[in-house]
């Protein structure tokens, strides 16, 4: 076999695909009512985007602003409120159902309890959404995990919060422009557990500045401290545009082999603790309820989002409104957001075309440590993976990537194979894809 260079571990967080870099303003502005007409309605994902926070952190490159003056979050749900009516007519008589929802960001616990109550109604009573009825996960902060805001959730039916904690370090929180003390972080994951919430998950993150395999391990048994029922280990990303992005980065190789080399530390820890990994990124705690939504249960075909910031996924068409990461640029998205009265129309995205949901299918299938049913795969697309990606599984299976005893039914990564997930995903874009996200003007 020849001997491959091995690739560079980090290259891109893969979640979604198409990424939301490729998408484009669509010149037809498709009526959603056509869009959805021949979509099947029985097992829908809903997802609501809060584009509020408190601060920025550093890496932070989601759609999201600081802060919101004036009623501005009244305002927003206003118009979520309007886009939701929208999209419900859009989709007719016929009978809608959802499996599975959740609100993200930004930080949705940024609302006011009354706000979140607000936005709970709006799911269910604009959208049909039985939120005490199917898995409910919701993101929230530190400071903003408040008692008022928690009995709501768990009041509506949350089965599962997200707190973003990426280090239980304070110098490290700095380090990554995250303004928290760990009492703080503490004090939030008492009142989380208070609430009986029945899933919690904690995220931390690794490559940060500073950082050390033992304050990693602090991190790593400070968070197991709390038996959470999941948690989620990151690598740091610096990107264009966000605080750290603007401060530079340290060696590349260097950087890679420190997040490299913290994963499998991570990795290893958790799973002689009771967890077991379920992609490169997720943990789940051996015999804890599975009621929130995984990995990509929010990324398949059928998704309804709402607000700015989230993306609706039909078999052909991916869309959802502008989108941006410099400050100025989200605060105008969002005003406009909150002006608009006509929701009839996709703005921006991208088709989906035979080749690109085969990828899709492919890539995230693939990135679960379970991996892909192949007998599935043909049964859906006429043919075996191989025969469609020869040549990208053929260098999986030279840089040993794949799991040689999943046998042929099954497609799996090796434990290798997992570790280097954000090089591996990338390999499975399509060029038009590769050539949108390159063309992509940031802002």
Not at 43 to 61: K, V
Not at 183 to 198: C, G, H, M, S, T
Not at 317 to 329: G, N, W
């Amino acid at each position: 076999m020849t001997t491959m260079t091995r690739p560079r571990p980090y290259q891109s967080y893969v979640y979604g695909y198409p990424h939301k870099t490729a998408y484009r303003p669509l010149d037809d502005r498709p009526l959603l009512t056509d869009l959805w007409a021949q979509e099947p309605t029985e097992a829908l994902s809903l997802y609501a985007h809060i584009p509020f926070c408190e601060y920025r952190c550093g890496f932070c490159n989601l759609f999201t602003r600081i802060g919101a003056p004036d009623d501005l979050t009244g305002r927003y749900l206003d118009a979520l409120e309007r886009q939701a009516i929208a999209v419900r007519t859009a989709l007719g008589d016929r009978p809608a159902r959802f499996t599975a929802a959740a609100f993200g960001g930004g930080t949705p616990t940024y609302l006011s309890a009354d706000e979140l109550t607000r936005l709970c109604d709006i799911a269910e009573q604009r959208m049909g959404a039985d939120l005490r009825a199917i898995p409910l996960s919701v993101e929230t902060s530190p400071t903003t995990a408040t008692t008022d805001r928690l009995a709501v959730l768990a009041e509506r039916g949350a089965t599962r919060v997200s707190i973003g904690v990426q280090s239980f370090i304070d110098s490290e929180a700095k380090a990554a422009v995250r303004p928290q003390r760990r009492d703080e972080v503490e004090a939030a994951l008492e009142r989380i557990r208070a609430a009986r919430i029945p899933v919690l998950n904690i995220d931390l993150i690794y490559g940060i500045e500073g950082q050390t395999e033992n304050t990693w391990r602090t991190s790593l048994q400070a968070a197991l401290a709390w038996q959470p029922e999941e948690l989620y280990l990151y690598p740091l990303y610096v990107r264009p545009l966000t605080g750290l992005g603007k401060l530079g980065t340290a060696a590349e190789e260097d950087w890679d082999e420190q997040r490299l080399r913290l994963y499998r530390i991570g990795r290893d820890l958790l799973l002689e603790n009771g967890y077991e990994q379920t992609s490169m990124r997720m943990f789940q705690r051996i015999g804890a309820p599975s009621i929130g939504p995984g990995d990509y249960a929010c990324q398949t075909d059928g998704m309804i989002g709402l607000g700015c910031g989230a993306r609706s996924y039909t078999a052909g068409l991916h869309y959802s409104f502008d989108y941006a990461v410099a400050p100025r640029e989200v605060r105008g998205i969002i005003d406009s957001y909150t002006r608009t009265t006509e929701f009839s129309r996709a703005e921006v995205g991208r088709r989906i075309d035979e080749d690109e949901a085969r990828r899709r299918h492919l890539l995230q299938s693939l990135l679960q440590a379970e991996g892909m049913d192949v007998v599935g795969y043909r049964t859906r697309f006429g043919a075996d993976p191989s025969e469609h990606f020869a040549a990208e599984l053929d260098e999986f299976a030279a840089l040993g990537w794949l799991d040689t005893a999943a046998g042929p039914s099954r497609l799996r990564l090796s434990a290798e194979g997992l570790a280097y997930s954000d090089a591996l995903g990338p390999r499975l874009f399509s060029p038009a894809v590769r050539t949108a996200m390159a063309s992509y003007e940031l802002r």
